[in-house]
């Protein structure tokens, strides 16, 4: 059994090798994972990491395991539309895995270009910026940045509006209500400084974030059902005219449009909505 044990081990390692792709998921790559184990054996001379900001915690188990992967990696590419979320101090791992020799140490790079100050305790303070525009020249050594406006350019321009939703009467004097005791607790809390106070203004400014949603839910959702209707309607009127156009005559609109009321089709366009809670 243990001699069959060895030898099923050395087919799948001989297996995994043949495999010239393969895809896994960050949740892998945890303390005593088989498969971070079976990936760092490999020692892949490619690595491609998607979403990099996920390895920006240094000391993180992830980062540990998938540093070691690319370290030993003949090349290397990682993509995020976001490398650094908040601060410098998360680029760290994903530069010095790119170019070791281009920032230095953590401690060097740290107190450079994230304003590293000594804390209580003695722990070092690495959450701030400096050296901003020198950071950003020397980042374009190793990274290529590609704006939507640029690749993507079928796109059509980006529109903004405001749409105003009408509540019903029955949530207009509930909002009233409920705005009048938001500005009561926020003066009171100005006034007084006192902790009691504010969490009644902290209290009174989340149930209003929810309330405020709740109330607009009925109008938002008729407001985008007759978007899309209309979007449904364009999008069937195009779809006539090619068929008209194909056919080579008038009569098809005729004969398509009298049998009576159909159903109008929901537009292919996606819509993406943000609530701002005024």
Known sequence: KEGQSQLSQQQQQQERRQRRIIIMTYALFTKDSIAADAAKSLRPPCVVLDESHYIKQRKSQRTELLSALMATAKRLVLLSGTPALAR??????????????????????????????????????????????????????????????????????????RVVIELPPSKQEKMRKLAAELEAARAKANQEHDKE????????????????????????????????????????????????????????????SSGGAAAVPVGSNKILLFAHHL
Not at 95 to 102: E, F
Not at 234 to 242: G, S
């Open 88 to 161: 410098p101090c998360e680029l760290y791992p994903q530069v010095s895995g790119l170019r070791p020799d281009l920032f230095g140490s953590y401690s060097a790079f740290t107190a450079r270009y994230c304003d590293a100050k000594r804390g209580r305790f003695g722990v070092w303070d690495v959450t701030g910026a400096s050296h901003l525009d020198e950071l950003y020249g020397r980042l374009r050594q190793l990274m290529i940045r590609r704006l939507k406006k640029d690749v993507l350019t079928q796109l059509p321009a980006k529109r903004r509006s």
């Open 197 to 256: 106070a504010d969490w009644e203004h902290r209290r009174l400014l989340s149930e209003a974030y929810k309330a405020t949603g709740e109330a607009k839910l009925s109008g938002v959702a008729e407001y985008v059902t007759n978007l899309l209707e209309c979007s449904g309607q364009q999008e069937q009127q195009q779809e006539q005219q090619k068929k008209q156009q194909k056919r080579g005559s008038s009569s098809a609109s005729s004969s398509s």
